[in-house]
């Protein structure tokens, strides 16, 4: 894997690079929060070892510039024992698992080795399908039946709150909640309105609509039942 590790702690950036190393991995390391986000702007890493005690802008700055840009790398933060508010704010600014310090290069290298599993290959979380409607989070990018289809920040948003669980029912509320949050500025009408926007760009044309309303209830994405229509031979992948 290829792993960027941010720590200002020389002597410790040197252990953990060359466990790393030993473990066969590709390690870039930057001693400064500036720096160190630069670099994991600049070239894809499949993972960031990151204190959160820098020098330059913090851990915590760090990472919530990574998940504002969308960077879907993995992020194992580095706390010290006593700094068990950091590990709470960090976990929740997006780090998928955190290290206490003092730590053993074993454990580190264990945990890196079971994060580069979940992050190998485009997990479930990163890849949505719903019958021949394809969502990649990670770029934001859809497309239907192998066709492109351009969304707005937000169709994509509530598109993708639906695609994560298809057939379950969303009701306007809910969506609203999801999609725009602490906005206040929302309202159910919102949501009808850029269901219709989905709908023109993501069903107009094709035969089996995937967006369905149930009445007085709410949304859901679903897709075609085998039975429906009659006599179809089409079967959902997978
Ligand atoms: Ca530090």
């Not at 994060?115 to 997990?123: H, V």
């Amino acid at each position: 894997m290829r792993i960027l590790v941010i720590e200002d702690e020389p002597q410790l950036a040197r252990h953990i690079t060359s466990a790393l190393a030993r473990h066969g991995h590709e390690v870039t390391t930057r001693q400064d929060g500036i720096l160190g986000l630069q670099v994991a702007l600049g070239l894809p890493h499949d993972l960031i070892v990151l204190d959160l005690n820098l020098p330059g802008i913090d851990g915590l700055a760090v990472l919530a510039k990574l998940r504002e840009a969308k960077c879907p790398v993995r992020v194992v933060i580095l706390t010290a024992r006593s700094e068990v508010e950091h590990r709470v704010k960090g976990l929740k600014a997006g780090a998928d698992d955190y290290l206490s310090k003092p730590f053993s290069m074993e454990e580190l290298a264990a945990r890196v080795e079971a994060l580069g599993r979940r992050g190998a290959a485009p997990t479930a979380d990163d890849l949505l399908e719903v019958f021949d409607l394809r969502m990649d989070v990670p770029h934001r990018r859809v497309s239907r039946s192998g066709q492109a289809i351009a969304l707005s920040p937000r169709e994509f948003d509530v598109l993708h709150v639906l695609m994560q669980e298809p057939n379950r029912i969303f009701s306007r509320t809910e969506l609203c909640e999801r999609v725009w949050q602490r906005d206040h500025e929302y309202n159910t009408r919102t949501v009808e309105i850029f269901i219709g926007r989905l709908r023109r760009k993501v069903d107009a044309g094709f035969p089996e609509p995937l967006i369905h309303t149930v009445r007085s209830v709410g949304y859901s994405i679903q897709a075609p039942t085998v039975s429906t229509p009659a006599g179809s031979d089409l079967t959902p992948p997978g």
